[in-house]
């Protein structure tokens, strides 16, 4: 049964970059037809999708947030990392990595609270 973590610092400055890391376990994220989300809610607010990285490697990203986004893997750890640059308070969100299948997402982790505050 395929699980997945976040993990990361909760507290970011404005204009710091966040990354986070999601860890895999229970399946590769090699394993074909699987991509690999970044999704976050802020508070009060609806789930916002950030992009993903697919199974052979390939990223995709919300236009919404392009321009700020990077979504990149590790295979020897089994991890898929997000970094988010300069970030300000409309950035704080619970961030949650999850796996899709190209029409759901099926399984996520708990989620991490992130807040941007100096």
Known sequence: QVQLQESGPGLVKPSQPLSLTCTVSGGSITFSYNYWNWIRQ???K????????SS???PYYSPSLKSR???SRDT???QFTLQLSSVTPEDTAV???ARGNGFYIDVSGEGTLVTVSS
């Not at 609806?46 to 990285?53: D, K, M, N, V």
């Open 42 to 44: 802020p508070p009060g």
């Open 95 to 97: 961030y949650y990595c």
């Open 76 to 78: 020897s750890k089994n």
């Open 69 to 71: 986004t990077s979504i």
């Open 46 to 53: 609806g789930l916002e999708w950030i992009g993903y990285i």
């Open 56 to 58: 052979n490697g390939s």
